[in-house]
Every structure is written in structure tokens, then in C-alpha cells.
């Protein structure tokens, strides 16, 4: 377990050094063995959701050729972020071992506290949201819901 902490410590700070992004590293593990491990990469890809976690789950899926990752754990150097645990839930890795909170690293400039007010409630969402087309996107839903060979995820 702490071998592979420190496996998302040294993948985060080779990143790090490497001017791909901020100190995150993530490591995902199937039966006790490395699946994957990334980095972020926000500033090396121009990419903002290029987190240590999403880049993990998504090599992860790719070496294991599936997108289901029920039977792997993720080790993090941090608590992840909302859409860092969103994506972990879509995998659906059950068992996350971290190492900084969400407190802790707000502290070193990435505080996304903001994130956690807005699906609160407890402040509006700085993002207009407007609802176009909703009948022809209802009909994608219902092509969906009506197609026989669909594979659900």
C-alpha cells in the first residue's frame, strides 16, 4: 500500500519537475499489480482535464480493454477533485487511498471549493446554462433507449 503511494509521489513530482502540471500523481492497481500511472498534465497538453486521475483511468481502461475498473483501486497523492471523482465513479473504482485533502492542497493554490458550493447549491454556478433543442435531443434519448444492441456503461 505505501509502495504504491509513493509510486503517485514519484509520478507526480516527475511531472512536476517536468513543467507538465501541478504536484498530482495517480496510480491504479488490479489484484495488487500497477495498471497504470500518470500525471497531470494540464499545462504540458494545454488540456484542463488533464488530471493525474482522469489519465490514469484512461490508460487503465485501455490496457485492460474495458472501461469498467470495478476490480482496481486508485492511489492518489490527493483527495480528487469533482470531476477527478466523478470520472472515478464512472469507472467505478470502489476503493481510493489518498494522500492530501481537498483543504490541504487549496492551500498551495488549487482550491476548488468553489466547484464543491456550486453542486451545493449554496452559490449560483458562474456558467450560464441554457436549454435548446430539448424535443430533438429527447429523440436521441428515445433512439437510445429504443436500440436494441445498446451496451450499457
Not at 495488487?32 to 490508460?59: F, M, Q, Y
Not at 450560464?128 to 437510445?144: D, P, Q, V
Request: charged residues 25%; glycine residues 6%; aromatic residues 8%.
Amino acid at each position: 500500500m505505501f509502495r504504491l503511494i509513493h509510486m503517485a509521489i514519484d509520478e507526480a513530482r516527475r511531472g512536476m519537475q517536468n513543467d507538465h502540471g501541478g504536484p498530482f500523481g495517480a496510480v491504479i492497481v488490479k489484484d495488487g499489480e500497477v495498471i497504470s500511472t500518470a500525471h497531470n498534465e494540464v499545462l504540458s497538453s494545454k488540456d484542463p482535464t488533464a488530471h493525474a486521475e482522469i489519465l490514469a483511468i484512461r490508460r487503465a481502461s485501455q490496457q485492460l480493454g474495458q472501461f469498467d475498473l470495478s476490480d482496481c483501486e486508485i492511489y492518489t497523492t490527493s483527495q480528487p477533485c469533482p470531476m477527478c471523482f466523478a470520472a472515478i465513479c464512472w469507472a467505478r473504482i470502489k476503493r481510493i487511498h489518498y494522500g492530501t485533502t481537498t483543504e490541504e492542497v487549496a492551500i498551495a493554490g488549487f482550491d476548488d471549493s468553489h466547484i464543491y458550493s456550486i453542486i451545493k447549491g449554496e452559490q449560483p454556478a458562474e456558467i450560464e446554462l441554457m436549454n435548446i433543442e430539448r424535443e430533438a435531443c429527447l429523440e436521441l434519448l428515445k433512439e437510445w433507449k429504443n436500440k436494441p444492441d445498446k451496451q450499457m456503461y
